[in-house]
């Protein structure tokens, strides 16, 4: 089993559960909604998740000032995944985008973009695209693994982005360039509304305990696709190797973290910024790569799993479901949400992901706020 990530040796060891030293928040202003995308038209398909920008463009967001891009990631954090429709962008610009998106939400200064174990060496598309393809899939790519013969239900395919890392996604987006005429819909959950759903003794037990994270099926399936596993540094110094596992808090915080740092007035003294994205807790656990809760017998985890991805499966409310036209464009957190591809069409299908790169997962044991009870719901 790999090594916990453990907190680092300052005075916030009291408040951070998890984490690393190389892989923190980078110090800059807490995000907050300034309003600057208020004046695009926009819609929430549910209460809980998503909203939607039916005009917005990536090209013109490229042009845009930092304070825009600020808010547009407040707004995917919060709202959990955000849909861009028609998008005329090539994947060098998606790549610019999300760099720049993560930046300025304050990703460590360690952190770039993910480099998939799978992607081939030398691809035209450069390291850092991830083709997400239906003919891939075919072949043994992606969780396709979760519904052949171990299963028939196609919501063991629920999964958040890369969390065998240990530094896992923040951000990630996927254009769909090519779709059939019905089908191929994707869903996303809200792990802040799963979160809130949980009563207090539960919550308080599950925010004391780790859970492996295990993708050792890609090597299998860089085998059967005929490619050598990427075995470099796949975005940060700390994904490297052939080992995919990785042990991160079952729950999480959203990128809020107490600095400490130096002010100086009359007199030079210490004081606590706090880093946040949104500060929220959510559920740190998914089907396609949590294999086990630690601390606790084999029995008591896959009860606790069991339970925990029922509660993303069978709360429809608690998630969006969202219908690819061409060249739509959905940006989403993966610290917060989980997704599931609809494996129900035939015809090719097939789009490119970049994966942004975020903070060791860590659970702000003061600080780390419910959603519902931050925003009065």
């Not at 990536?58 to 930092?66: C, N, Q």
Request: with cysteine; hydrophobic share 35%; glycine share 6%.
């Amino acid at each position: 089993m790999p090594s916990a990530i453990t907190s680092t040796s300052s005075q916030t060891d009291a408040t951070i559960f998890g984490g690393h030293d190389i892989a923190r928040p980078q110090l800059t202003k807490p995000l907050s909604d300034s309003g600057s995308l208020q004046q695009y038209s926009h819609d929430d398909p549910t209460p809980a998740i998503g909203r939607e920008f039916p005009t917005l463009q990536i090209r013109d967001l490229l042009k845009a000032d930092d304070q825009l891009f600020r808010d547009l990631a407040y707004t995917i954090s919060s709202r959990g995944v955000v849909f861009l429709r028609n998008q005329d962008v090539t994947p060098n610009e998606l790549k610019d985008f999300m760099l720049r998106l993560t930046t300025l939400a304050g990703c460590p200064s360690t952190s770039g973009l993910h480099v998939h174990p799978l992607t081939e060496e030398g691809s035209e598309l450069g390291d850092q695209i991830s083709v997400i393809s239906s003919e891939k899939q075919k072949k043994g790519g992606g969780l396709t693994h979760q519904l052949s013969d171990v299963s028939r239900y196609a919501s063991n395919a629920w999964h958040s982005d890369i969390t065998f890392e240990p530094v896992p996604s923040d951000y990630a987006m996927l254009k769909i360039h090519t779709l059939p005429v019905t089908g191929g819909d994707t869903l996303w959950a809200s792990g802040y509304e799963v979160y809130d759903r949980l009563s207090e003794p539960m919550r308080e037990m599950l925010k004391k305990l780790t859970a492996t994270h295990d993708a050792k099926f890609f090597l299998d399936e860089a085998r059967n696709l005929g490619n050598p596993l990427r075995e470099c540094e796949r975005g940060s110094p700390l994904n490297k190797g052939a080992e995919l596992a990785a042990v991160h808090p079952v729950i999480r915080t959203n990128r809020e973290f107490p600095h400490l740092c130096l002010c100086t007035s009359l007199r030079v003294k210490l004081t606590f910024m706090v880093i946040a994205v949104t500060g929220w807790n959510s559920v740190y656990v998914n089907k396609g790569f949590t294999k086990r809760i630690n601390g606790v017998t084999k029995d008591e985890s896959d009860i606790l799993l069991k339970y925990l991805f029922n509660m993303v499966t069978q709360n429809h409310d608690a998630q969006v479901r969202f219908r690819w036209s061409k060249n739509d464009v959905a940006i989403w957190d993966n610290r917060s949400t989980w997704h599931c591809a609809t494996y129900d069409y035939n015809d090719p299908r097939a789009g490119d992901r970049v994966c942004s790169l975020g903070e060791a997962p860590y659970l702000d044991v003061q600080g780390g706020k419910s959603r519902k009870e931050e925003l009065g719901l």
